[in-house]
C-alpha cells in the first residue's frame, strides 16, 4: 500500500465521520467536522499529485479515488441542504429574521435551528435543486467514464471541471465554517459588529461559491456530453482523447 492509496483510503475513512459530526449540534463537534473536511479536500489534491510525480499510480488508486470523491461529496452535500433547509431562497432580510437566541447565527424556525448563509441582502439555504443537479452529474459522468473505458476511450478531466471542483470545496468549506462558527455564536453570545460584518462576508464568499460551482457543473457537463456523448451511441473506439 503507497501513500498516496493510503490517504484516499483515509479520506474513504473520514467520510462517515465528518457527516456525523457536522450533524450534532454542539460547535466543538462541527468544528471537527470542518477540520476533517478541510484535511481531505488537500488529500485529495495532494494524493494524485503525488503519484504522479512519483509514478505511484495504480489501478487501487484509479479505482478508490472516484470513490473517495463521490463519497465525500455526498456525504458533505447532503447535510448542508438538511441543515439549511425551510427557509426560503433569500425569503428574509436580516433585521427581519427571529434569530435563535437574539444571536446572528442560526434562524429559529419554531423548535428547530437552521444554518443558511447570512448575507446584507438576506438569508441563502441551499435548494434541494442545487444538491440533485451537482451530485446527478457526477453520477452521470462516473457511468460515462466506465461506459468510455469499455469502449477503449479515457476521458480525462477538462478545465472547467478541475475548477468546479475547487469553488465546490470552497462552497463546503465555507458552509462547514458557518455551521460551528454560528453555533459558537448562539452559546457564546457573540453580539459584535465584527461577528456581524464577518458572518455577512462568509455568507458572501459562500454564495459566490455555490452559485459559481453549479455554473460551471453545468458547463463542464456540456462540454462533455458535446465531446463524448457520440460514445453512448456509436461503435467501439479505441484511442484516448
Do not use: C
Request: no cysteine.
Amino acid at each position: 500500500m503507497n501513500l498516496p492509496n493510503s490517504l484516499t483510503i483515509g479520506r474513504i475513512a473520514a467520510t462517515p465521520a465528518i457527516t456525523a459530526l457536522i450533524m450534532n449540534p454542539p460547535w466543538q463537534y462541527r468544528f471537527s467536522a470542518w477540520v476533517l473536511f478541510v484535511v481531505a479536500a488537500v488529500t485529495d489534491y495532494y494524493d494524485g499529485k503525488l503519484a504522479r510525480s512519483r509514478n505511484l499510480v495504480t489501478k487501487t488508486g484509479k479505482l478508490l479515488d472516484p470513490i473517495a470523491d463521490k463519497a465525500l461529496l455526498i456525504a458533505t452535500l447532503v447535510p448542508i441542504y438538511w441543515l439549511t433547509r425551510d427557509v426560503g431562497l433569500l425569503l428574509h432580510a436580516p433585521q427581519d429574521v427571529q434569530w435563535a437566541a437574539g444571536i446572528v447565527g442560526p434562524v429559529s424556525l419554531g423548535q428547530h435551528a437552521r444554518y443558511p448563509f447570512v448575507t446584507p441582502f438576506g438569508l441563502v439555504p441551499t435548494p434541494l435543486w442545487v444538491v440533485a443537479v451537482i451530485i446527478g452529474r457526477e453520477l452521470f459522468m462516473t457511468l460515462l467514464r466506465q461506459h468510455a473505458v469499455r469502449r477503449g476511450v479515457v476521458i480525462s478531466a477538462i478545465g472547467p471541471a478541475k475548477l468546479k471542483t475547487t469553488f465546490q470545496n470552497i462552497w463546503v468549506g465555507t458552509a462547514f465554517f458557518w455551521f460551528f462558527a454560528s453555533s459558537a455564536a448562539a452559546q457564546n453570545k457573540w453580539t459584535s459588529q465584527a461577528w456581524v460584518a464577518f458572518a455577512h462576508f462568509n455568507g458572501i464568499v459562500g454564495t459566490i461559491a455555490m452559485v459559481t460551482a453549479l455554473l460551471l457543473t453545468v458547463y463542464s457537463l456540456w462540454i462533455y456530453l458535446r465531446r463524448y456523448g457520440g460514445l453512448l451511441f456509436s461503435a467501439n473506439q479505441n484511442k484516448e482523447l
